[in-house]
């Protein structure tokens, strides 16, 4: 096998592997996938939460806030690409709402955001919502400590 042979059995594989994966996660899932959002840990943020799944994923949510609104949000995971589809449109969700809208944030709003996804991942969006909420917790607490001191 020559190099433009060998070069176009790799073509052709990883056509197949898009291909499945997209009908596997649909097309935003998929797009997602090819070109991640909101991935890295965050300097300067306000807040920070690391949980980890009983898959053993780990997730990692970091929250910047403007008053009394999320300004900037990441994530960062140890997991699988379901866990980076799920950090990410959970953080996308995030962005500009208040504490009320996030905690009224939902394993199944993030699902349904990203509109297809494997139902044996769907714990994925689970952890990252849990996580997100955790952050948030955490700094809800940080800011009574503040103003009461």
Same mark, same amino acid.
Not at 43 to 71: H, I, P, Q, W
Not at 82 to 108: H, M, P, R, Y
Not at 118 to 147: F, I, S
């Given at each position: 096998?020559?190099?433009?042979? $060998?070069?176009?059995?790799? =073509?052709?594989?990883?056509?197949?592997? $898009?291909?499945?994966?997209?009908? +596997?996660?649909?097309?935003? =899932?998929?797009?997602?996938?090819?070109?991640?959002?909101?991935?890295?840990?965050?300097?300067?943020?306000?807040? $920070?939460?690391?949980?980890?799944? &009983?898959?053993?994923?780990?997730?990692?949510?970091?929250?910047?806030?403007? =008053?009394?609104?999320?300004?900037?949000? &990441?994530? +960062?995971?140890?997991?699988?690409?379901?866990?980076? #589809?799920?950090?990410?449109?959970?953080?996308?969700?995030? #962005?500009?709402?208040?504490?009320?809208?996030?905690?009224?944030?939902?394993?199944?709003? +993030?699902?349904?955001?990203?509109? &297809?996804?494997?139902?044996?991942?769907?714990?994925?969006?689970?952890?990252?919502?849990?996580?997100?909420?955790?952050?948030?917790?955490?700094?809800?607490?940080?800011?009574?400590?503040?103003? &009461?001191?």
């Amino acid at each position: 096998m020559n190099d433009d042979e $060998f070069d176009a059995l790799v =073509g052709e594989i990883q056509e197949e592997v $898009f291909a499945e994966a997209k009908n +596997v996660l649909g097309e935003k =899932g998929f797009d997602r996938w090819r070109n991640p959002k909101f991935c890295g840990k965050m300097e300067g943020a306000d807040t $920070f939460a690391r949980l980890k799944g &009983s898959c053993g994923d780990t997730m990692e949510m970091y929250l910047k806030f403007n =008053g009394d609104r999320v300004e900037q949000a &990441s994530y +960062v995971t140890d997991g699988c690409s379901s866990s980076s #589809i799920a950090g990410s449109f959970t953080v996308e969700l995030a #962005i500009g709402k208040n504490a009320d809208q996030i905690f009224d944030i939902s394993g199944a709003a +993030v699902l349904a955001e990203i509109g &297809s996804f494997p139902e044996a991942e769907e714990h994925c969006a689970y952890l990252a919502v849990e996580t997100l909420q955790e952050a948030l917790n955490k700094y809800m607490v940080d800011q009574a400590r503040k103003a &009461s001191a």
